[in-house]
Each structure stands twice: as structure tokens, then as C-alpha cells.
């Protein structure tokens, strides 16, 4: 039976990946998310009757909550993990319509105690996860550890469309993409697969929370996606991402020379 562990499954990307892999009786799938009370309900309301569901609870950013959750989702598994999704993540309004020019200088303090807490959540926490869930994975069978990455990452993308908006996002994302390719390259020889991948732009209602002025952001935003891409149309569903990049994950191999990449739900760096 194929073990899944995957961060923040409250909502968003995270709950789709906790829908579509619970469906199979087969797997194993085990949830880590900050509310377990509020997370169980909806598991009970939403996926009813699915017996191969375990929420666990823990905080990127406390260690000893992701020891524990650790500890705990190996007791369920076995001590043998398959795949390690790392979905949890910081997906920061503060700076996502803003430039680092100006974020910066408006309120200095703000901006310094921001970087430091999305960094906290979307790398150093990554790092305590892969290393806590690490015993496990090697005694797996498949031995897969998946980031949910993004292509605002991505440095070509930035340059190719002076792409100011969500530099600490942005960021943090491309310094959790690094610690991926060494958790690879240490790793690589034991045959585990590390891999960073983009779920496209999807829609989960972050739009839903944007302020006014963020709102008159936003156009400019959407035409540069559509000089980059003339096809965009906007935000691709959760069941659409999540089975895209269910099905990279499975044709992905350190023996294909995945271990470390950084790729979209397409397995290529188109983003969008
Ligand atoms: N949606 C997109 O278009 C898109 C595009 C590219 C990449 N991504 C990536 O996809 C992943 C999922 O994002 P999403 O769009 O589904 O966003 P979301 O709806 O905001 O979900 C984020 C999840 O991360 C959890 N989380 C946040 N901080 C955490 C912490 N310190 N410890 C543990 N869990 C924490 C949240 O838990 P709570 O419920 O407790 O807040 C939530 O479950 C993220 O890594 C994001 O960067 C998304």
C-alpha cells in the first residue's frame, strides 16, 4: 500500500491532494496541517467513510510539533514512508502585488520581520520536515519527496517579464528549490528522488482576498502572463493542477535525472 505524507491539507492545493489520493482505498495518506480539529470536520463532512485518512497536527515553523507528527505518522505507516509531499506553505498577500523597492523603504521593520517569517515557514521548516520524515523515507519503497514550488521562483520568468511583484515569495521559493537540489544531491546516491515542482497559477480564492489598491494591481499583472503565454486565460482549477502534477510526480525518476529539478505541472520550465 503506497504511503503518502502531505503538508498543510486544510485547504487549498493541499486538500485537493488529500481528495484525489484518498479515492484509492490502496493509499495511505497522511495529512499534517496547524487546525486538526477544524481539518478532522471537514474530512468527516467532505470525504466521509475514507478509513485511509490520518490528519496529524504540526507547525512548519516548530520543530518539535513536526517531530512529533513525525514520530506519530510513522507509527501509522510502519516507519516506511513512499512519498513526501511538501504543499505547506506561507503564500504571502503582504508583498504579493507590491515591488521590493517599495515594500522596503514604507516600513522597514514590517518588511524585515515579514522575510524573516515567510522564510522560516517556506525554507528553514522544509528543511526540518525532509530531515525528520528522511528515516522513514529511506526505509520506503518508492521514496519520492515532492515540493510544491512555484514558478515565481524562477529567475528567467522575473528577467523575461520584469516580474517586480512577490519578491519575498518569490524568494523564499527559490531558496526552497536550492535546499531541494542538496537534500538531492545528498540523497540521490540512496535513490531518493528530490524534486521541486510548480502547481501552475491555480484558483483557491487568494484573489478573493486582495485589497482595494491590490485589485488595481492586479491587470497589469495578468498582461504580462498573456505576453508570456498569448493563450492564458486565468487560474486553472485545484482537480486540474493536482492531477497534473500527481501524474510528473509518478512518470519522475532519479534514474530519468529528476533528482533536484525544478520543473511545472507541464515537466518543463513553461510555467504558465
Ligand atoms: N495556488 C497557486 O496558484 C499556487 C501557485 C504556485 C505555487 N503554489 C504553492 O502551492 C502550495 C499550496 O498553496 P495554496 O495555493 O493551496 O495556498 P493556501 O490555500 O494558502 O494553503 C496553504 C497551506 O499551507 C498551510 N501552512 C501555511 N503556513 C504553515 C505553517 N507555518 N505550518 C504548517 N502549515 C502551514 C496552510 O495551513 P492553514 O490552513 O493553517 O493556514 C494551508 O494548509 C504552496 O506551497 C504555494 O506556494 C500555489
Redesign the pocket.
Given at each position: 500500500m503506497p504511503s503518502y505524507v502531505i503538508?498543510?491539507?486544510?485547504?487549498?492545493?493541499?486538500w485537493e491532494f488529500l481528495t484525489q489520493l484518498s479515492s484509492d482505498p490502496n493509499n495511505i495518506v497522511i495529512g499534517i496541517?496547524?487546525?486538526k480539529p477544524a481539518t478532522d470536520k471537514r474530512v468527516a463532512e467532505e470525504l466521509a467513510g475514507r478509513r485511509n485518512i490520518t490528519i496529524l497536527a504540526?507547525?512548519?515553523?516548530n520543530y518539535n510539533s513536526l517531530k512529533t507528527a513525525a514520530s506519530d505518522a510513522g507509527a501509522v505507516t510502519g516507519g516506511k514512508l513512499d512519498y513526501l509531499i511538501a504543499?505547506?506553505?506561507?503564500?504571502s498577500q503582504y508583498d504579493a502585488y507590491d515591488d521590493i523597492g517599495t515594500l522596503g523603504t514604507q516600513d522597514p521593520e514590517k518588511f524585515t520581520k515579514q522575510f524573516h517569517e515567510i522564510l522560516d515557514?517556506n525554507v528553514v521548516?522544509q528543511v526540518h520536515l525532509y530531515n525528520l520524515f528522511m528515516p522513514q523515507i529511506l526505509a520506503g519503497d518508492v521514496k519520492k519527496v515532492i515540493l510544491?514550488?512555484?514558478?515565481m521562483g524562477d529567475i528567467e520568468i522575473t528577467k523575461d517579464l520584469d516580474l517586480a511583484v512577490a519578491p519575498i515569495y518569490a524568494t523564499s521559493?527559490a531558496a526552497a528549490n536550492m535546499i531541494t537540489a542538496k537534500f538531492s544531491a545528498q540523497y540521490k546516491k540512496d535513490g531518493v528522488l528530490f524534486l521541486s515542482i510548480?502547481?501552475?497559477?491555480?484558483e483557491?480564492?487568494?484573489f478573493n482576498q486582495m485589497s482595494p489598491e491590490q485589485a488595481e494591481k492586479l491587470p497589469e499583472m495578468i498582461a504580462k502572463f498573456q505576453r508570456y503565454n498569448p493563450h492564458f486565460k486565468g487560474?486553472i482549477t485545484p482537480p486540474e493542477s493536482i492531477k497534473a502534477v500527481l501524474s510528473l510526480v509518478e512518470r519522475s525518476s532519479v534514474e530519468n535525472g529528476d533528482g533536484g529539478d525544478y520543473m511545472s505541472h507541464f515537466g518543463t520550465r513553461r510555467w504558465i
Open positions: 503538508t498543510g491539507v486544510s485547504k487549498g492545493l493541499g496541517v496547524r487546525n504540526a507547525d512548519l515553523t504543499n505547506a506553505g506561507s503564500v515557514t521548516g510544491i514550488s512555484s514558478g521559493k510548480c502547481p501552475g497559477m491555480v483557491v480564492g487568494h487560474p
